[in-house]
């Protein structure tokens, strides 16, 4: 089943009207979809203008998972092909399919494995061509994973307001990064676990370090970082590059820094320019495949930052709107 997932850079830019777009382009087409949320994605106000934010009309003849709660007042409008109950899953979701249009919240699993389950749980219950929609979110990291995510549609903020901006920028520099070589995957998959947050190599391939602790706060990392100096070495990780582990990478040129995904790199967006200055060589080991950059323009922005290729639109000036 493909799945494709929406993401955006901020709670205000746009992610659900992209999400409506894609979602009436594809029924257009004719294709059998499958709706659903990474947990609940229910806001109905714009935290910064307060103004009304769009909500997802499902129609008939797709499918979707939400929790049974937010079923009540539908009756009638849907069928249920299916229930997902706990233990497995967090709490009940239903797998509807739509037989008269309406206004729906969706909210499915909240975790990787949730996802994982749900969507092996979906084989042959629905069409094998169908394809998963999925509202996400930039902090449910685990989305990033080929395994679970075949592509994203990007919804960018270029904002006045400065923080929002910085986020932007950062967000279409780790869209360009490139993927780490083979033999340095090979090395990062054959040590990490589920429960590996970050992994120090020297040059020759040998663990310096292996934590389990978040990266900002593994004291252990950091001082066997301080001792490298101009050394070559790779650097694993799979916990946020924050600010402040940006600043204590920084002198660091002889580090090659493999993030696990791009989601990794945003928490140094809003801090001083000075954090995105610095001199490790920074991979990825799961790259990002795009299928579309939604762009959200409040203010002019240099439109070079957009990555080589992309298929861009600006949300509100090309005409891209929903069902």
Not at 312 to 321: A, I, K, Q, Y
């Amino acid at each position: 089943m493909k799945t494709y997932c929406f993401i955006g850079t901020d709670k205000n830019a746009g992610k659900t009207t992209a999400f409506n777009a894609v979602y009436a382009e594809r029924v257009r087409k004719g294709q059998a979809l499958l709706l659903t949320s990474i947990g609940i994605n229910g806001e109905t106000t714009d935290e910064f203008d307060g103004g009304i934010k769009p909500g997802i009309r499902v129609v008939p003849g797709s499918f979707f998972v939400t929790a049974g709660e937010h079923l009540t007042g539908h009756t009638g409008k849907y069928d249920t092909w299916a229930t997902f109950v706990p233990p497995r899953f967090a709490k009940p979701l239903v797998l509807g399919r739509c037989t008269l249009a309406f206004d729906i919240l969706l909210e499915g699993p909240n975790t990787g494995t949730e996802l994982s389950l749900l969507k092996g749980e979906l084989q042959g219950l629905i069409p094998s061509e169908s394809i998963l929609l999925v509202d996400g979110s930039i902090d449910r990291q685990f989305l990033a994973s080929p395994d679970l995510c075949d592509a994203f549609y990007f919804s960018v903020l270029f904002s006045k307001r400065e923080p929002q901006r910085r986020k932007a920028e950062a967000f279409l520099s780790a869209l360009s990064f490139q993927g780490c070589s083979g033999n340095v995957a090979r090395m990062i998959d054959e040590e990490k676990e589920e429960s590996t947050r970050a992994i120090l190599f020297d040059e020759d391939g040998t663990i310096i370090h292996h934590g389990e602790l978040m990266p900002f706060a593994d004291k252990a990392l950091h001082d066997k970082l301080g001792k490298l100096g101009s050394q070559p070495a790779v650097l694993y990780l799979n916990g946020a590059l924050t600010l402040t582990l940006a600043e204590y990478l920084a002198p660091l040129k002889g580090l090659t820094l493999v993030l696990d995904n791009m989601t990794l790199y945003q928490n140094v967006s809003a801090g001083p320019r000075k954090a995105l200055l610095f001199k490790p060589e920074v991979r990825l080991l799961h790259t990002v495949k795009v299928k579309r950059i939604f762009i959200r323009e409040e203010a002019p922005f240099d439109r070079s930052l957009l990555p080589a290729n992309a298929h861009v639109e600006n949300l509100f000036r090309d005409g891209t709107h929903g069902i």
